[in-house]
């Protein structure tokens, strides 16, 4: 089976591909879309197109654009290109496989396509990156044409496309994606699955680790019933990052035991965070400032943010950490 990546990362993807060839065997055909400065260094990778003769757009003209417009505008264009397959896996450079997987991971036994998602679109409520704006275009557009409750795909895991369905979508919402940054993801697999029933699964929960990048930056609507893909951040394995000490790459030998281990400190600062007991030694943005990334949040302020986040679905538990917020507005207030 064919998978496709948007990169600008060739470093990234060269690992995330031996990720994919230890854990999907069955991934036989890769097609990189890149910028053309880059091309290059895909070189013995897969399939190169440039995103400048997959949009026919000049590299200015796709630097004015903003980061979810451009990966709309090169998914939607790239579905024209014979390169494409009639049916791929469409992927980010950073999704890795965490476990053993095949074809049943992506399609049903009766071959209807699969269909992840993380949250309702609706019930989305953050406004502060050019992906929350996306979801509330898509969210907005999606109800006006008739869809109440529209979810979000835009799982970070890759998942399965067809390529005329695909086109059909971006041609119904050509108009709208002219002025607005939309969501390929979730107008995918709303506005096809609604057209072609037959050929869809029910939607499922989304099986990533990582997304969010740390636990309570954003509350699951739904939980993952089991990691299937990894939302790699390669900063979490830098000193003092969550994944201090484990490797990046894959090893045969180890990777089975360094992705365990990643699930377990993700859950073990995720417990951490909810008790609202901020480890000291581990970057996270509740606290501490983070290496390779700006966090949205700093200092004992976060905390008092945090209680509030992460404890929106869980009301009974406030009674238990009544004592630690006391202690947190009181460092506050000095």
């Known amino acids: 089976m064919q998978i496709v990546y948007l990169s600008a990362r060739p470093d990234v993807l060269r690992e995330t591909l031996d990720h994919v060839q230890h854990f999907a065997p069955f991934i036989d055909d890769v097609v990189i879309v890149a910028p053309s400065r880059l091309a290059s260094r895909f070189d013995g990778l897969g399939t190169v197109l440039t995103d400048e003769e997959v949009s026919g757009r000049t590299t200015t003209e796709i630097s004015a654009t903003s980061h979810s417009s451009r990966n709309y505008m090169l998914r939607a264009a790239m579905l024209t290109s014979e390169a494409i397959d009639d049916r791929f896996i469409m992927s980010d450079d950073d999704s890795r496989p965490l476990v053993h997987i095949d074809d049943s ?3 049903t036994a009766d071959g209807r396509y699969r269909r992840r998602w993380f949250h309702t679109i609706g019930t ?5 990156t050019d992906f929350d704006a996306c979801l509330l275009h ?7 044409m008739g869809f109440a409750n529209p979810l979000a795909y835009a799982s970070h895991m890759p998942q ?4 005329a369905l695909a086109l059909e979508v971006v041609g119904e919402l050509a108009p709208y994606a002219e002025q607005y940054s939309l969501d390929e993801w979730s107008t995918y ?5 609604d057209k072609h029933p037959e050929r869809f699964a029910e939607p499922e929960p989304f099986v990533t680790l990582g997304w969010p990048q740390y636990p309570g930056e954003w509350p699951h ?3 993952p019933p089991q990691h299937v893909f990894e939302n790699h951040h390669p900063e979490l394995h830098d000193d003092g990052g969550l994944y201090d000490g484990l490797p990046t790459g894959c090893d045969a030998a180890t990777i089975d035991a360094t992705n365990l281990e990643k699930i377990m400190r993700w859950y073990r600062l ?7 007991e901020f480890p000291d030694d581990v970057d996270q ?7 390779g990334r700006k966090m949205a949040f700093k200092g004992l302020k976060a905390a008092r943010s945090a209680y509030r986040y992460v404890n929106l679905d869980e009301r009974s538990r406030i009674a238990d950490l009544e004592g630690r917020i006391h202690q947190l507005e009181q460092q506050l207030d000095s």
Not at 138 to 144: A, P
Not at 189 to 193: D, E, G, K, L, S
Not at 285 to 291: A, D, K, L, N, Q
């Open 138 to 144: 898509s969210w907005v557009i999606l109800r006006q």
């Open 270 to 276: 995720d417990i951490s965070v909810r008790d609202l």
């Open 285 to 291: 943005p509740w606290t501490s400032p983070s290496s």
């Open 221 to 223: 609507q739904v939980s």
């Open 124 to 128: 989305w409520r953050r406004n502060t």
């Open 105 to 107: 991971t992506f399609l």
């Open 160 to 163: 399965v496309i067809d390529k």
């Open 189 to 193: 697999f709303t506005v096809a699955a």
